[in-house]
């Protein structure tokens, strides 16, 4: 294999391991210095924990028989010197199958029956139901093992009509169905309806997640895919074969489910050796690929640059016998390449965006606490020199005024407390708008609307009024949100007026997350009911799994915007509370040496010497911060020399 691809998603292990470094080591700078909080606490472990489980999908979506399956085992499964995964001419991969490494897990394949589609349940959930799914061990010391086991990706079982329909899989459109039961009076079905597979190949290792889904009809029969799982992969890899050149349901492929649904992607241009014509010269050959290039990319409306043309067969092949010549002939060179410049990319580009910058944000905070600590402390050491030589009774005259500084201050305190309670008060009245119990009620509401029989008319409604009152809610927390980001504000300002605290504005709770993809889903929905295949035929099933997709998209938003909310509300006044307590530590550091010196002028020397050793403990602990911030920059502009570089994939 050359190693582009591999390379690259090492480089990119690496530099994940570096970030992931680089939080742990501000979260022992924390402990160590006592400023952990369990709330700051949390927020790292979070960070830490998706920096570490941060995936990579890559989706291989297309109509059946363009090669998907193929190339997936060309790119990734040619060590073992076989076709691995199933391919065969028809109809081959049976369910959608998710390829990665888990490395809490022995290998094995994972199936979920067909029949979970019975019920209601989100695939999201169902994976988190390990009851559900029935498990094989892979042996990965034995190809001949591992392609019998993997084997079950293609089953099939007949079953009666009745039972077809129970399972929303009956479509009287479909001529091989159709056949099957004026033959056999059964009807063929998968046996399994998603698979994982646990394997541990270097590239699943570095967090890739590979997805192989079967041709248009089963991404019709499974909403989720459509709504869920095509869109949150990173890049969708989309197949076409040139002895078939872009047909009808190719096109309806790409437009309904990839082209304005997926983040980035790639089209490839399949089986270019079937134009490998003997009797034709080299140049004839290039020639006819070039122009179904053309023709393809015109089609799709994609620059010609962004359609690859290969040989999966020809480049597996090439892989098993080790011939480089046929192997630069097949094209895939080129497809590994722009996989690894543009996917990775794009993934470091997104923790970057959000993790580095907050973490970096996280750690610019605690800098500036610090600072303000060493501050103080150097003006408590200037107020200790300048009492050298001086009585007792200026010493009396500085506790007066500190007692002084304390009473103003101490007025302030019950001010804040005062606002902090109030402010804890409204942030449960808003939290409880996003409890689960209020979604679940929301949900119960739009279920209702759409009554039992399931039209495009009733989902229509539904939807509309679960995005009506999820938005409405949206509104009423954000004015919510802005009357305790007031008190919140007057606090800060409080603080820097009297007591020369830095001036600060905390942020503004921003619900557009929430109402973006509240739009985003009734774009969806529109798609979905205009579409005049689901308008004409009153798919009944089809309608109540595909509400139930969206329901299961709405509710991981809904818990998104919850988790974020509950961190603004608890971070909203974490600064000024850090700050009022170091204060209320350096005040009572100044009292007690104060009264020490008062007590007894000789002690004067060994306070200063006291608080000498603080100011540079202090001065160590900020000197370690700036050592964690500078990492962080450069772990940024690491991965900031990555963009993806313009014309090796298409993005929107
Ligand atoms: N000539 C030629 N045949 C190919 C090539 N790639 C795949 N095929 C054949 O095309 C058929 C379909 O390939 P698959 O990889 O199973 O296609 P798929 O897109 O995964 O199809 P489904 O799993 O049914 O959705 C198989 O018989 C493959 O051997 C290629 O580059 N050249
Ligand atoms: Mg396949």
Redesign the pocket.
């Known amino acids: 294999m050359s190693n582009t691809l591999e390379q690259q998603i090492t480089e990119y292990h690496l530099w994940r391991d570096q970030l992931a470094g680089a939080i742990g080591e501000y979260r022992d700078w924390l402990d160590s210095t006592g400023a952990a909080d369990a709330l700051v606490d949390l927020r790292l472990f979070d960070m830490t924990e998706s920096v570490r489980n941060d995936r990579l999908v890559l989706a291989f979506v297309?109509e059946?028989?363009?090669?998907?399956?193929?190339t997936i085992n060309a790119l990734f499964f040619s060590d073992f010197k076989q076709r691995l995964l199933p391919?065969?001419?028809g109809?081959?991969?049976m369910c959608p199958t998710e390829i990665f490494w888990d490395p809490n897990e022995e290998p094995y394949i994972k199936l979920l029956p067909i029949e979970t589609r019975k019920n209601d349940d989100s695939l999201v959930l169902l994976k988190k139901t390990p009851n559900a799914w029935s498990r094989v061990r892979l042996d990965v010391n034995s190809g001949t093992a591992m392609k019998e086991a993997l084997n079950v990706l293609v089953e099939q079982k007949k079953v009666p009509l009745e039972e077809a329909r129970k399972l929303g899989l009956w479509n009287d459109e479909d001529i091989s169905m159709v056949q099957s039961l004026k033959t056999s009076g059964m009807v063929d079905v998968p046996v399994w309806r998603h698979a994982m597979i646990n394997y541990p190949h270097p590239l699943l290792k570095s967090g890739l997640v590979i997805l192989d889904t079967?041709?248009l009809n089963t991404l019709g029969t499974e909403p989720e895919l459509t709504i869920n799982i095509i869109p949150n992969a990173h890049a969708v890899v989309f197949?076409l074969a040139t002895d078939t050149g872009v047909t009808k349901s190719d096109m309806e492929i790409w437009t309904s489910f990839i082209r304005g649904r997926a983040s980035r992607k790639l089209a490839v241009l399949?089986?270019i050796?079937?134009l490998w014509d003997d009797l034709k010269t080299e140049d004839e050959i290039q020639a006819a690929i070039q122009m179904q290039v053309a023709t393809t990319a015109r089609q799709l409306s994609l620059p010609a640059a962004d359609v690859f043309a290969i040989?999966?067969?020809?480049a597996l092949l090439a892989k098993v016998r080790g011939d480089a010549a046929l192997l630069k002939r097949s094209g895939i060179e080129k497809v590994e390449t722009v996989l690894a410049s543009g996917v990775v990319a794009t993934k470091h580009e997104i923790l970057r965006n959000t993790i580095v910058i907050d973490v970096g944000n996280m750690v610019k905070g605690s800098r500036k606490a610090i600072q303000g600590r060493i501050t103080g402390t150097r003006a408590q050491l200037q107020e200790l020199a300048s009492l050298r030589g001086k009585n007792r009774e200026t010493i009396q005259g500085l506790l007066s005024k500190v007692a002084e500084d304390r009473k103003i201050y101490e007025e302030s305190v019950r001010t804040f407390t005062r606002g902090n309670q109030k402010i804890a008060q409204l942030g449960e009245a808003l939290m409880q708008q996003l409890s689960v119990q209020h979604l679940d009620q929301i949900l119960e509401n739009s279920r209702k609307a759409i009554g039992d029989s399931w039209t495009t008319h009733g989902l229509n409604l539904g939807m509309r009024g679960l995005v009506k009152q999820i938005n409405e809610m949206a509104e009423r927390i954000s004015q919510q949100g802005l009357e305790i980001k007031e008190i919140g504000d007057e606090l800060y300002k409080l603080f820097h007026l009297k007591h020369g605290f830095e001036e600060r504005v905390p942020p503004t709770l921003d619900m557009t997350p929430l109402v973006q993809s509240m739009t985003a889903l009734l774009k969806t929905t529109d798609e979905f009911c205009n579409d005049p295949v689901n308008v004409m035929t009153e798919k009944h099933f089809l309608i109540r799994k595909f509400f139930f997709s969206l329901v299961a998209q709405a509710r991981n938003q809904f818990e998104i915007t919850q988790h974020d909310t509950n961190i603004w509300l608890k971070g909203l006044l974490a600064p000024l509370k850090l700050q009022i307590n170091d204060h209320k530590a350096q005040l009572d550091k100044r009292t007690e040496s104060l009264m020490k010196i008062h007590e007894n002028m000789e002690t004067l020397q060994q306070n200063i010497t006291e608080v000498e050793s603080r100011y540079a403990q202090l001065q160590s602990e900020g000197a370690q911060l700036d050592q964690i911030l500078l990492k962080l920059v450069k772990i940024s502009q690491q991965a900031a020399h990555k963009k993806p570089q313009a014309g090796t994939a298409t993005s929107e």
Do not use: V, Y
């Open positions: 297309a059946f028989a363009r090669g998907k399956t193929e391919c065969d001419a109809r081959t991969t079967p041709g197949l399949n089986k050796d079937m040989s999966a067969q020809k």
